[in-house]
């Protein structure tokens, strides 16, 4: 008897902000979800040694009436649903009714808010979830709440702040993906005092992400055209093959305007990426997903980050077809960089090309637009020259280096025989036969010479182009084997002494699973007792030396496949795929008409730019490079 006590308001609103208040970037977070709630389209957030002293976010939304400021500060107060029903079906950021309090309830709070046309606004400030006082004043039109002294009442919680750095760190990443996720909303974030960065409002995410991030980030993304498929429209740019992270803190993903991690996205990029990613990296991405709110669940993580869909397997293969034919869009830029013959002035090389990129850009605001925004800003008491988020910048593992987009035509150099003798292969001249060809234009490149008996050294408009001949091998060989798989099967060739290999029952269960698969690949296995397996034929192109260890290799490669992704054509890719690694190597030593159909197999591929286990099949020096190198250029 007597055990069991009500928790008083104020004890349960900092058991309610354990959840939702982790630290200064979840404060952050709440505090700009709601202004982009109340429609604001700028926002400025100030922190004070890294939101430990002081957090301060300003926008020019809705605003609220003296009642509706008090009533925000009860839990479970909100604004945005009515009925348990409107759960099932949010379109707003926020739905809890719990940010507010919350943070109050472990801070010194300040709030001021006016809606526009009103006389007067209302401030109120609370103390560790008491309300200090509350009276009219002055503020501009919006909402203005600043949270000092975080934890200061929770001495233990206060203690896990990290240093100053740290939570900046979060923070701004927290920041880039509001900003991010609206782009018409302009964002300034002020830090100890001064700017940090600014991002005007944009029309198109393409915009923001070159105000935050810079042009040099953006050559490194394919845009998504935009598409529907079964309900889900799904937009965004993503990262070019072989771009890639060894975390995953740039692979971002939104649904229905809400920063989320969701496993089926990622098992969508990967197959969607697959062979154009090397294992353990991660996929750059800004992905926007979106879809009936009634076929997505937000209210499952007290963070608001985590989603669940309704129907996992659709949103999985719409990302994934979606990722696919994006890159495979992309392979028309390295058609146009060999397809542009080769011209032997440097001088009209990348920079300008950049250049010309830039020049092309259409306009992001009308001109008239644009002086009515600029003054729009300068109503920020701060006005400074837009900066750069450097946001947990990951060495970038192994990424080719990129290209400049060169914004000619593909169709522009057949009037050009060009300088240099090009050589020219014609499309479907190819002995392979199979190769598909997508591009009917004339390819043209010059090969220049082999560099170690493996680097094809060519030269093209951008300048110097290296292709890894065994890269370059694996990619045609692995397209050839998957399109024979998907037609008549790969051809066998008979081991004249059957090999028995000894398997574990997993192993043998996923063997089992990929019967057809391998078969269709042109291994002949066959149950042999129990655990044990005879394999009679080995694809065609296959080294015989040692099959036995390549069926173990396949194996292993066949577990590491995850339950989320759809495991019939993850499985044909993952044997193609060891096949190609067992596959005889192309002679070391080409002769020139060898490498020319080479390259032009490789240029006919899908996915040229990438070996299948994702590394690049090959590589851009520029002229600009090598001018920096040679100290002609700063
Ligand atoms: P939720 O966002 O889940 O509704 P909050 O505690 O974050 O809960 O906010 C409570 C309510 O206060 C919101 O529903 C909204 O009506 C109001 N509110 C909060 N912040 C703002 C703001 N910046 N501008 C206008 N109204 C706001
Ligand atoms: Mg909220």
Not at 217 to 229: G, H, M
Not at 280 to 307: I, S, W
């Amino acid at each position: 008897m007597g055990r069991i006590v009500l928790l008083p308001d104020e004890v349960a609103s900092q058991v309610a902000a354990g959840e939702v208040v982790e630290r200064p970037a979840s404060v952050v977070k709440e505090l700009v979800e709601n202004s982009i709630d109340a429609g604001a389209s700028r926002i400025e957030v100030a922190i004070v040694r890294g939101g430990a002293t002081s957090i301060r976010v300003v926008d020019n939304g809705i605003g609220m009436d003296r009642d509706d400021a008090l009533l925000s500060l009860e839990r479970h107060a909100t604004s945005k649903i009515r009925t348990g029903h409107d759960l099932a079906r949010i379109r707003t950021l926020g739905f809890r009714g719990e940010a507010l309090p919350s943070i109050a309830s472990v801070s010194r709070f300040r709030m001021a808010t006016r809606p526009n046309g009103a006389i007067e606004g209302t401030e109120i400030t609370v103390q560790g979830g008491r309300i200090e006082s509350v009276r009219a004043s002055g503020e501009a039109p919006g909402t203005m709440v600043e949270a000092r002294s975080l934890f200061f009442n929770l001495p233990a919680r206060r203690k896990f702040l990290r240093s100053e750095n740290t939570e900046v760190s979060h923070v701004q990443h927290q920041l880039l993906l509001n900003a991010i996720g609206h782009p018409n909303v302009g964002f300034t974030f002020i830090r100890n005092h001064s700017p940090a960065f600014q991002a005007p409002p944009a029309n198109r995410l393409v915009d923001r992400i070159r105000d935050l991030r810079g042009q040099d980030f953006l050559n490194e993304l394919l845009e998504i055209e935009p598409e529907t498929e079964k309900g889900i429209r799904i937009s965004g740019l993503l990262g070019k093959a072989g771009v890639s992270r060894s975390t995953r803190s740039e692979q971002i993903i939104f649904v229905n305007g809400r920063p989320v991690e969701n496993l089926t996205v990622y098992h969508g990029l990967r197959e969607g990426y697959h062979t154009a990613l090397m294992k353990g990296q991660n996929p750059v991405t800004f992905l926007f997903l979106d879809l009936d709110p009634e076929a997505v669940d937000v209210n499952v993580h007290p963070a608001k980050r985590e989603v669940r869909f309704r129907e996992p397997d659709v949103v999985r293969d719409v990302v994934a077809r979606a990722v696919r034919k994006t890159l495979e869009g992309d392979r028309s830029r390295w058609s146009r960089t060999f397809h542009t013959p080769p011209e032997a002035k440097p001088d009209r090389a990348p920079a300008a090309s950049t250049q010309r990129l830039l020049d092309t850009t259409p306009a992001l605001i009308p001109a008239a637009e644009q002086f009515s925004l600029r003054r729009d800003w300068s109503e920020f008491p701060v006005q400074s020259a837009p900066g750069r988020i450097a946001i947990r910048l990951e060495p970038d593992g192994g990424s080719p280096s990129q290209l400049a987009a060169d914004a000619r035509p593909a169709t522009a150099e057949a009037e050009d025989p060009g300088a240099s003798r090009p050589t020219t292969v014609m499309a479907g001249s190819d002995a392979a036969g199979k190769v598909k060809r997508t591009d009917s234009a004339p390819a043209q490149f010059r090969i220049l010479g082999v560099l170690g008996k493996l680097y094809v050294l060519m030269e093209n408009n951008e300048g110097l182009v290296l292709v890894d001949q065994h890269a370059a091998h694996e990619r045609i060989l692995f397209e050839k084997m998957r399109r024979q798989m998907e037609s008549e099967g790969v051809p066998s060739q008979r081991l004249l002494i059957p090999l028995t290999i000894q398997v574990a029952p997993r192993d043998y269960d996923w063997l089992r699973m990929n019967a057809e698969t391998l078969d269709r690949m042109g291994f002949a296995l066959e149950p042999f007792g129990d655990t044990t397996l005879k394999i009679d034929g080995i694809p065609q192109f296959f080294r015989v030396d040692d099959p036995a260890s390549a069926v173990r290799h396949l194996v292993d490669e066949l577990r590491s496949m995850t339950s989320g992704t759809s495991r019939l054509r993850m499985g044909e890719d993952i044997v193609a795929r060891t096949v190609c690694h067992h596959a005889i190597k192309a002679n070391d030593d080409l002769r020139l008409p060898e490498i020319e159909q080479l390259v032009s197999d490789l240029l006919s591929c899908e996915l040229p730019y990438c070996c299948p286990h994702g590394r690049p099949t090959m590589i851009q020096i520029s002229y600009s490079e090598l001018e920096k190198k040679f100290g002609r250029k700063a």
